[in-house]
């Protein structure tokens, strides 16, 4: 299969929301589409952009994603490269396409003098878990926990 691995373009917006919608149905997770091109536009388009995005295409189309953004270590006193999202549409997988991926954040994280690049996947996805691990990831065993909308205005109160 041949592919580009580059970064996202403005072009891309409504695409990359498309992959993030079967991005998390293939996770069971809910999404919704609503206002994401326009909050996505911002975060990774902006003078300063928080979010960087790198999409795979192939023939024309996009056949992937991954978005990473620095963050802090506090026990380190670093940074860490976080990659929030790696998804590639079935016909893109089994290409080692998932892997150039990773080494190109590998170099953004270099790039940007991180220590670690972190991220987390679903306990059930054994393809990916092999995946990671093949590629020298260890993992942590921690419970991610989150507080909705909802809760923060009620806390917050």
Known sequence: MDYLI?????????????????????EKAEF????KAEKLKSLLFSESPRLFCLVVESDGALAG??????????????????????????????HRIGEELIKEIARRAE?????EIQWQTPAWNERALVFYRRLGANSRVKVRMYLDKTTIAKLAE
């Open 6 to 26: 580059r970064a996202a373009e403005l072009r891309d917006l409504d695409e990359i929301v498309r992959l993030c919608s079967e991005h998390a149905e293939f």
């Open 32 to 35: 919704s589409p609503e206002g």
């Open 65 to 94: 994603y991954a978005t990473f953004m620095k963050e802090l270590l506090t026990w380190e006193a670093d940074y860490y490269l976080h990659m929030d999202c790696l998804f590639l549409r079935p016909q893109a997988r089994n």
């Open 111 to 115: 790039m940007m003098n991180c220590t």
